[in-house]
């Protein structure tokens, strides 16, 4: 088992610094024009690539540009128009009574805090931090999907499997200020460079940090 104590405050520094040299600045993956369609674009993507999410999306709000047109939408009709995304039957349901809930209890706008973001229905702690840190700028934890969860692993962030501890663990190794980078930092490592099955570690720039390298 890999052993994350080894990796030391200076290389955890070390990761922050190299990820930020290469990239600065990462855009929101989601396409959206505002925080009700990135709420409902979030919900969707849940195991569903970005990319077919933002291919069903553009027909969606055109059809229903607002919770108060999703809200008393058809739910065939939803169905019909996000097929294409995994789970879409009950996503559907989801973010219908999403926007009949942001309607009926928070007033048009969708909630800014976490205890209320969980409330809305297809919304858990990954969805909600999304919402929060990419959006609302306000970091309250670390996404943790599954190309963040692989790549903490092997570079030795956790040792654990489980979301919510793989959270708590980069919690405490990274500091908060870069809480709403670091996630979206992670992901791209996992796309581009450190890939499930054949990770391209020889191109990877975290290489030389890996704990794989550190401990074999």
């Not at 104590?5 to 600065?24: A, M, Q, T």
């Not at 369609?37 to 919900?43: D, G, N, R, W």
């Not at 933002?54 to 540009?65: C, D, E, I, M, S």
């Not at 500091?175 to 890939?195: A, D, E, V």
Request: glycine share 4%; proline share 5%.
């Amino acid at each position: 088992m890999l052993d994350y104590n080894v990796l030391s405050n200076h290389k955890i520094k070390k990761i922050i610094k190299i990820l930020n040299c290469i990239y600065p600045d990462v855009p929101h993956f989601l396409h959206h024009k505002n925080v009700f369609e990135f709420l409902i674009a979030v919900i969707l993507s849940a195991q569903t690539t970005d990319n077919k999410v933002n291919q069903v999306t553009p027909k969606l709000f055109a059809r229903f540009p607002d919770h108060k047109s999703l809200a008393k939408a058809d739910l065939s009709e939803v169905m019909d128009i996000i097929k294409e995304i995994n789970y879409y039957k009950t996503k559907s349901k989801h973010i219908i009574e999403t926007a009949k809930i942001i309607e009926a209890d928070f007033g048009g706008k969708v909630p800014n805090n976490i205890e209320d973001l969980l409330k809305l229905k297809g919304v858990g702690r990954k969805v909600a931090n999304v919402i929060l840190c990419d959006y609302f700028n306000k970091p309250v934890g670390i996404v943790v999907d599954t190309h963040v969860k692989r790549v903490s692993y092997r570079l030795g962030f956790t040792n654990e499997k489980n979301p919510e501890k793989i959270e708590k663990d980069l919690m405490n190794k990274i500091p908060k200020k870069y809480w709403t980078k670091i996630s979206k930092q992670l992901i791209l490592i996992g796309r581009n460079f450190c890939h499930p099955r054949k990770p391209n570690c020889d191109k990877c720039p975290l290489s030389e940090i890996c704990t794989k390298n550190l401990i074999n």
